[in-house]
């Protein structure tokens, strides 16, 4: 049976997109921005595991100027920059250790007026060829932030996603969780009401309910949940009922989950006067490393320290986020693991 590995667990390298003008960088300052904010995410993860970068025609030169010679460079079409949510799922059957792929129908999350995916929509399937791994097509419109695992049969999941009319009307939450149980191989989801205020319109170029910005596992029975501690700041109460409602569940072993609160950054408005969701759940775990969305905040240090506890045996990298968040996403959303391949016994499959 075919499972999505927990982020902990070994990589084969990290899939990304690069970022090209579109509705999203359609400024020339910002789509420079934005390119040295992306480089420095590769550049990071490169320290820890191979690092391969899908770029547009045309683009690999100055691409390759930016990030260096380690990052390997694939060429495609592309519509925007979001690997998490364009890319495949992998997942690995634990009998043989083979990889195999899933493909999400992608529809610019939610069909939002600002997207466009005719190239994004075939990026799972264009990255699944160039790994050499079979595709598993799912019918359920669905982005890989848009969920998150524990490797043991538990995932979480946002109503206003998958249940959202803009992506699935007419599925019921029974259908849209034995899909997601059949193209993951979890039994127990557990649902969030609703993502962070400024996932939302009008607020930019939200996903209307990443669960990847909210909540995260970091091990099996605990996870790590954002908590925005300022009453002023409309995600305070939100914050609180998420907490609340995650140390009712039990996951898919009937473990009571333990949860962690982590502190938002101080700021709380950009320099237009918008609200931010500026948060450190949206981390990215790579062979021994922890990269960490940084905001040149005061607590940007308290956050390192929390997950320099909880991962004792990993590097925490910090990577300054803000240009990440501007486009509506944050480390963990511009990243894709690619799970080592595993022998029959469960030992590391030899690469190469």
Known sequence: MFRMPAEWDPHERTWMAWPGPNTTFSDPGELADSREAWAAVARAVRRFEPVTMVVGPGQADSAAALLGPAVDLVEHEL??????????????????GELAAVDWVFNGWGAQEWASWEHDAKIAARVADRASVPVHSSRLVNEGGGLHVDGEGTVLLTETVQLGPERNPGWTREQVEAEVHAKLGTTKAIWLPRGLTGDYPPHGFGTLGHVDIVAAFAAPGVVLVHSQPDPAHPDHELCKEIAALLRTQTDAKGRTLEVIEVRAPLGLKDEEGNWVDHSYINHYLCNGGVVLCAFDDPRDEEAAALFRGLFPDREVVLVDARTIFAGGGGVHCITQQQPAARGPLGHPRPIG
């Open 79 to 96: 519509d925007d920059a979001w690997m998490r949510d364009i890319g495949p799922t992998f997942v690995t059957d634990d009998a043989s």
